[in-house]
């Protein structure tokens, strides 16, 4: 099945949102076959697009590792 989540995080200054996007983008490039990841940042927001052709268990999955590694860079900054 061909899915597609988007994770939007909004934060108080840019040069946050820069360091998080920043921080995941090692995750978007090392994404397992199959899976593509794309994060970037948008003024204030860290916007990451996950899209696969798989399980919904591989999408919780991707996104569960996603949001812990935004949670640990903000918890760096």
């Not at 970037?40 to 927001?45: K, L, M, N």
């Not at 860290?46 to 996603?66: C, H, M, R």
């Not at 949001?67 to 903000?74: D, G, H, R, V």
Request: charged share 20%.
């Amino acid at each position: 099945m061909l899915m597609r989540a988007k994770v939007s995080c909004t934060y108080g200054r840019e040069s946050i949102s820069n360091a998080i996007a920043v921080a995941l983008i090692p995750d978007s490039h090392q994404a397992p076959k199959g899976i593509q990841v794309a994060t970037d940042a948008r003024g204030t927001r860290v916007v990451s697009t996950i899209k696969l052709d798989g399980k919904i268990e591989t999408l919780l999955a991707t996104l569960d590792d996603l949001l812990a590694c935004t949670s640990t860079a903000e918890s760096i900054l």
